[in-house]
């Protein structure tokens, strides 16, 4: 056979895509999705699991909601096979693990009788996050050393004889049929008031849980109009739940946090925000991108002995500055300024480099920068500032009051997003969150560009410092709290202050 000739053959990844929580799909599905071809993935998958493929990568929603099949079970198959005979990497991500009621041992046939190579990633069953985050072990030495998992949804297909008795039993798609499930299992000697709970949306900041008994799950269900997808558990084991839930207890779990910030910058504020329980909505309002012109920093970098002081107003001033750097003839070795910084995360910025910081202000904002230059004479002395293209101009001009040559060089610019960047970006996703987030003037400012100060009519806003707030409020926003200390932990106290207390917002808006 001739090589050109050699038929190609990609190969097929099913990989679990775990319970709801992104995090916790394994690092091996993670590895595997960020070299993908091509992404088939279920409803339970999460966007953020899809968004690790490269940009490139084709994405296609191959989901089964009940009564809701975007393709059937054969043109799945069909698929995965048609693109691995053309070379491609492909990826069926699948909600909790492949083999648990996924449905991935028939397309592990289906793979295997066309000849494709592929490989099977586990991941954490629905039950395990179930178990983890609502405090309710599958199995305890004092309580159960048995778990059964069943389907529900083909109530006459299980034989309740053999699994109705099991000390845990945990029913798959069951939230409808529950009410005959229930009767099934009470007419074969389970007691009516074995405890009982159902899980929607498990591991996820929406979580929602009922707990009761066989007796009165079913008419919870009906009461609070659970809807799919959720999980049942039933058994002694779920008496634990008041003693070890911890996710639900968490500060904010359940609350809905806008943040405002560039997608490139959200992860540290929106992980926070996360770690305590809130379901995050990112909104970007703000976007970095690289200097319009660079010739104004080169010629600066290029004469950097010259310069008596080096201020940075922004970590991004500093990665900018540096990849710039990095880029020229010159290095470290060439700066003899003594180096100046506003703000903890800047200061973290330039400290990752192995330099010092030699002044700071005590408060992080610009003012408290130049109390810090009291006791130093400036008259001729030299300074570059490296930052945005539109920034505030206090620094500059008070420090060439006082006599210095002052540089004040693009390093970056920020811009207003695309519209469909900022998504999901309308008036009912932002009216129903509990807290707006802004950590600069310039989130707030291109907010408003995108929505519309009436937008947050009613929506409890927080505030980074003075700066922004001010100019939230000169826009006609009213600012419902401003972080204590203006950093990314002062504004987290500052959104668990709204939401413990449920500060009204204010009505001047």
């Known amino acids: 056979m001739k090589k050109d000739l050699i038929p190609v053959s990609g190969k097929v990844y099913l990989v679990g895509a775990g319970p709801g929580d992104p995090s916790l799909i394994t690092v091996k599905g993670r590895h595997i999705l960020e ?136 029913i798959f798609m069951g939230l ?20 009982a709970m159902a899980v929607r949306w498990a591991t996820r900041p929406d979580q929602e849980t009922l707990s009761g008994t066989l007796a009165t799950l079913p008419g919870l269900i009906e009461q609070h109009a659970m809807k799919p997808p959720a999980t049942i558990i039933v058994g002694e084991v779920v008496r634990l739940r008041e003693k070890l839930d911890w996710y639900e207890r968490l500060p904010l779990f359940g609350k809905r946090i806008v943040v405002t910030r560039a997608r490139s910058q959200a992860g540290a504020l929106s992980s926070r925000l996360e770690s305590l329980g809130a379901a995050v909505i990112e909104i970007p309002a703000i976007e970095i991108q690289p200097a319009a012109d660079y010739g104004q920093l080169d010629r600066a970098i290029a004469n950097l002995p010259s310069y008596d002081y080096l201020i940075f107003t922004s970590a991004n001033g500093v990665r900018f500055f540096v990849e710039r750097l990095d880029q020229s003839a010159s290095d470290f070795r060439s700066l003899r300024a003594r180096i100046c910084a506003i703000g903890p995360a800047t200061r973290a910025a330039v400290e990752s480099l192995h330099l010092k910081v030699d002044l700071m202000g005590k408060e992080y904002v610009a003012e408290s920068l130049l109390e810090s230059f009291a006791g130093h004479l400036l008259a001729g002395k030299r300074v570059l500032l490296p930052r ?17 040559q002052v540089d004040v060089v693009e390093a970056y610019r ?96």
Not at 183 to 190: P, Q
Not at 434 to 454: E, K, R, Y
């Open 414 to 509: 920020t811009i207003l997003p695309e519209l469909s960047a900022a998504l999901p970006l309308n008036a009912a996703g932002i009216l129903a969150c509990d807290c707006i987030t802004f950590t600069s003037s310039s989130t707030v400012q291109n907010f408003v560009s995108l929505a519309g100060a009436d937008s947050l009519r009613g929506v409890p806003v927080a505030s980074i410092g003075p700066i922004t707030t001010r100019t939230a409020r000169d826009l006609g926003i009213g600012v419902t709290i401003e972080a204590a200390e203006f950093t990314i932990e002062g504004l987290l106290d500052a959104v668990r202050r709204i939401c413990e207390t449920r500060v009204t917002p204010p009505s001047d808006q």
């Open 388 to 404: 945005a293209a539109a920034a505030r101009d206090l620094v500059p001009a008070e420090l060439a009051r006082r006599g210095a």
């Open 35 to 170: 070299s993908a071809d091509s992404v088939l993935y279920d409803h339970l998958a999460a966007d953020a699991l899809v968004d690790l493929a490269p940009p490139q990568a084709e994405r296609l929603y191959v989901g089964k909601k009940k009564s809701a099949h975007a393709f059937t079970q054969e043109e799945i198959c069909a698929l995965l096979i048609e693109r691995a005979r053309r070379g491609l990497t492909v990826v069926r991500l699948k909600g909790g693990d492949p083999f648990i009621f996924g449905r991935g041992g028939e397309e592990a046939e289906a793979l295997a009788d066309a000849g494709i190579p592929f490989e099977v990633v586990p991941g954490v069953t629905t039950p395990l996050g179930i178990a983890a985050y609502t405090g309710v072990p599958l199995t305890h030495r004092e309580h159960t050393s048995a778990v059964t998992f069943v389907t529900g949804h083909a109530v006459d297909r299980i034989d309740w004889d053999k699994v109705g008795m099991s000390e845990t039993l945990v």
């Open 176 to 195: 409808t049929t529950f009410p005959e499930i229930a009767r099934e299992l009470v007419s074969r000697g389970r007691s009516p008031e074995t405890p």
